[in-house]
């Protein structure tokens, strides 16, 4: 496996465009489109935030048969709390680019990042849908256009790519995405948006964008804050010519390490462009009975807004994580058992490693600190 | 029940005083003591933290018998995580304050807050202690000194005092406490100190206790962080000559009452004067299946660090609000379902109302915003 510059126009067969609409008043970016030429397997991970946007409510549905073959994604607006028209809404918008680009409604993934509960303004969709369906490519450029069209307030675009090799063929795997961004009233969304020339079946790819997604955007945390809007899609087109996975093995195996190391690329560019953020913080928990226990007490951690303010303040307090750690109220995760050691406080990566010394299991989670920054732009943001 | 100016000392028969023992630096008060002229039935809640502080563990065990006759605390020094040289040391805390007061060690509760993680200085609680016991008065002065012993960063003392008639007889119950302040390495750790001169037998005294702090002191957050060595411990002497308490009753119904509302009191108190808190933020949470559903609810919301950045920026974000209750992904909390109404965010007290029309039960859930001055405390002090 080997990482490449690219992004999701990479793997074969894949286009991509980004416009701005007029959805956001900056005038930025804010429509993007990926469209396989061949229709897709494809597959989703989603929020479980029981408040669920209504394109992500359509996108579900739509990937219960894991076929898709196009992504229409906007940002400037969450098309969440919107009642039955935005609903109705985002439904029409599968129709009018299922019309463009010839393909069923239901083989297109819609997803909406930006303020919620305001209508989704899909006349200015629909103006913009012909010029967004003409200028698809599948230059660098055209897959870095849907990478903008995504952001909110992030500062940077976020796009990986690897390349590795199954049943002797060449593979790419790509991806772009969004993280903490806000605009008034709406809170962080996370978006990923996955491509890969790999032949695969939606069983599998189901089960290794599950295993992907938790072993890496799960592992994140800007602010402990669920999302409405949360999704990562994944589409993989087949036509880099290897035998089709549809059973666990060596292939497999290597597709979900190429896939794992795309999300987590993509997961901790997130934490660094979090909101004020000024430090990546790397939590690694060991000696936990369960490799689940050990993420929950990382997460617990990287939630911990002490913790997160200490950092900030290159102050390396462990009684805070201590403190953190002891609120789960783990049986034996006392004073005698529980190690805390920290890298360098005044470097840009930290590292805190706790170890529970209680069972063999380990994970390690990723967070940013909480700075003033991030005050100001949640709190005066209007 | 009418509420009376007056502190610790107010009841009959208690005692109070503190003075500066030179744990803390500054020179400020840091050690305070209540005393009881007789024996009083005593009870107390703990912090569920695994991580616990020395202190807390030897007050736990002595008061599984429900008895107790004075109160040790210092602040400055958490005496949490420092090994069994902090047991000692609270435990010789115990003896030193038995021999001076006659009373027996374990009829002695200590507590402690402060940096964790270095020794207790305990050759200076032994060298200010009979100077402590001689101050003993039952003044208002004597009880507001140790209300301001325990004092960390608190910026303000907090004080509550409350009369009832209880078997025609005059009873007073009283209570001091502390909030989230912090001395790195450490943590917001809440302590609160309740007298009254009310007769009730131990096991009424823990239940009206526990069901007195599980409504207030539990249904507060400054910042979702759980401490090592937050405590609440009350003392009734009996001296108001009313026919103890030792059942459930109209009696017992009009003791919780007022005891209630002193510990609601001090956890309003610790809200208002929580690190860096500009408002305070009051939940209400109607419609859930259970008060500890709408609890539950009421928590996720005051611990969300968007919301409280969104008060504190005195914007009225409501998907904020939708967001962290989905976050909770409680069946059938939909957009359908859940109605969201605030009251003006430009004043000092805001009023969140969340009905989740689900059921009929409710709960109200205390919380401040997150203000620069909460990252600066937390961030810079070292």
């Known amino acids: 496996m080997k990482t490449i510059k690219g992004g999701i126009t990479t793997p074969l067969g894949f286009k991509a465009n980004g416009i ?89 993934v819609v997803a909406s990042t930006g303020i919620i509960g305001k209508p989704l303004p899909y006349l200015k969709i629909k103006a913009a849908s012909q010029k967004l369906v003409k200028g698809l490519a599948n230059t660098q450029d055209a897959g870095r256009k849907t990478a903008k069209a995504i952001l909110t307030t992030d500062l940077k675009t976020k796009e990986a790519c690897v390349r590795c090799t199954l049943d002797g063929r060449k593979v790419l795997i790509a991806g772009c995405a969004k993280g903490s961004g806000m605009i008034a009233p709406n809170m962080a969304t996370m978006l990923g948006f996955i491509t890969t020339d790999a032949a695969i079946s939606g069983g599998m790819l189901q089960a290794a964008l599950r295993q ?30 290897n035998k089709p996975m549809t059973m666990p093995g060596k292939d497999y195996q290597g597709f979900l390490k190429a ?69 789960l109220a783990i049986k034996k995760v006392t004073e005698d058992h529980l190690k805390i050691k920290f890298s360098s406080f005044a470097k840009k990566h930290i590292v805190i490693h706790v170890d529970l010394n209680i069972g063999r299991h380990q994970s390690v989670v990723y967070t940013s600190d909480l700075s003033y920054e991030y005050v100001r732009i949640n709190a005066e943001y209007n």
Chains 1, 2 share one sequence.
């Open 20 to 108: 701005a609409s007029g959805i956001k008043r900056s005038g930025k970016l804010d429509l993007g489109l990926i469209f396989s030429e061949r229709p897709a397997t494809a597959s989703g991970v989603f929020t479980k935030n029981s408040v669920k946007a209504a394109p992500l409510l359509i996108s579900q549905k739509n990937l219960r048969h894991h076929k898709a073959q196009a992504v229409v994604v906007n940002s400037g607006n969450a098309n969440c709390f919107t009642g039955s028209f935005g609903y109705l809404y985002a439904e029409k918008t599968t129709e009018l680019f299922g019309k463009l680009l010839n393909v069923q409604p239901q083989h297109i």
């Open 259 to 327: 896939l794992k190391f795309v999300c987590l690329d993509l997961a901790k560019k997130i934490v660094v462009d979090g909101e004020g953020a000024t430090k990546l913080i790397e939590i690694r928990v060991t000696g936990a009975k369960s490799e689940s226990q050990a993420k929950t007490v990382g997460l617990q951690i990287g939630n911990s807004v002490l913790v997160k303010t200490a950092a900030f303040g290159s102050n390396p307090n462990w009684g805070r994580v201590a403190a953190a750690v002891g609120s």
């Open 212 to 241: 992907a997604n938790e072993e890496t955007f799960n592992r994140i945390t800007i602010d402990g804050c669920m999302s409405t809007n949360d999704m990562v899609v994944v589409m993989a087109n087949g036509l880099a010519g």
